[in-house]
Nanobody
Framework: VQLQASGGGLVQAGGSLRLSCEPS????????VGWFRQAPGKEREFLGA????????YYADSMRGRFTIFRDNVRNTVYLQMNSLKPEDAAIYYC???????????????WGQGTQVTVSS
C-alpha cells in the first residue's frame, strides 16, 4: 500500500484546509484510513478514522466539531477537512492505512509521508 497526505500549507487562524490521502496498491474491502498529527515536541495524536467499506467514521473526542473526515469514492481519496484552524493545530499531518479492526484502534500498518500545516495567529 502506498499513500501520502497532501494539501498542507500556511493558513491564518480561523481559516480552513482540506488534506487529501489517496491510498493505492491494495484492495480496499476492509481498509481503514486514519488521520494523525504530530506537533514539534509532542506525541503523535490520533484524529480519527474512516472505514472504506461503509464510510463509518470515528473521531477522537478532541477533534469533534472542527474536523471532518470523508471519502470521495470516485477518486479513491480520503479527506480531512479542517475548519476554524488555531495556531495549536499546526503540525505535520499523516494518513495511515490498515485492514480491519476497530475504528478507534490507533495501530496502523502503513504510513504515508506527512504534510505540514502551519497556522498563523
Amino acid at each position: 500500500v502506498q499513500l501520502q497526505a497532501s494539501g498542507g500549507g500556511l493558513v491564518q487562524a480561523g481559516g480552513s484546509l482540506r488534506l487529501s490521502c489517496e491510498p493505492s496498491g491494495h484492495p480496499f474491502n476492509t481498509a481503514i484510513v486514519g488521520w494523525f498529527r504530530q506537533a514539534p515536541g509532542k506525541e503523535r495524536e490520533f484524529l480519527g478514522a474512516i472505514r472504506w467499506s461503509d464510510t463509518r467514521i470515528y473521531y477522537a473526542d478532541s477533534m469533534r466539531g472542527r474536523f471532518t473526515i470523508f471519502r470521495d469514492n470516485v477518486r479513491n481519496t480520503v479527506y480531512l477537512q479542517m475548519n476554524s484552524l488555531k495556531p495549536e493545530d499546526a503540525a505535520i499531518y499523516y494518513c495511515a492505512f490498515r485492514y480491519g479492526g476497530s475504528l478507534s484502534l490507533q495501530t496502523y500498518s502503513y504510513w504515508g509521508q506527512g504534510t505540514q500545516v502551519t497556522v498563523s495567529s
